[in-house]
């Protein structure tokens, strides 16, 4: 079993920052992507960023084009925790944040599915 908990959401106007945070606990390894999506009210969950690592060095990172260039997905193996740190917010990136974990291998790391472990999500709401 692996539990994860998010942290970081909040209020802040179109253009500012925002660090979430994902704390990892359980049977977490670098067999496991670790990854960051969003849903807005009457939308899917999406893609935002994921990670993969080996022993204390990332291996690879991926974003959706819609934040390219203004998110940054990292890990800190010491914390056992992922963190997304989002500059030049705009009102469209406002939606419930969640954070996954995944067995690398079940498939596409863009997609939901291949995620086993969620967290209970943090609402990020950027304001115009």
């Known amino acids: 079993q692996v539990q994860l908990v998010e942290s970081g959401g909040g209020l802040v106007q179109a253009g500012g920052s925002l660090r979430l945070s ?4 359980g049977r977490t390894s670098s067999r496991y992507a670790m990854g960051w999506f969003r849903q807005a009210p009457g939308k899917e969950r999406e893609f935002v960023a994921m990670i993969t690592w080996s022993g204390g060095s990332t291996v690879s990172v991926d974003y959706a084009d819609s934040v390219k260039g203004r998110f940054t997905i990292s890990r ?16 469209e990136d406002t939606a419930v944040y969640y954070c996954g974990a995944g067995p690398i291998g079940k498939g ?3 997609d939901s599915r291949s995620y086993d472990y969620w967290g209970q999500g943090t609402q990020v709401t950027v304001s115009s």
């Open 22 to 25: 994902c704390a990892a606990s």
């Open 76 to 91: 800190d193996n010491a914390k056992n925790t992922v963190y997304l740190q989002m500059n030049s917010l705009k009102p």
């Open 108 to 110: 596409r790391l863009s």
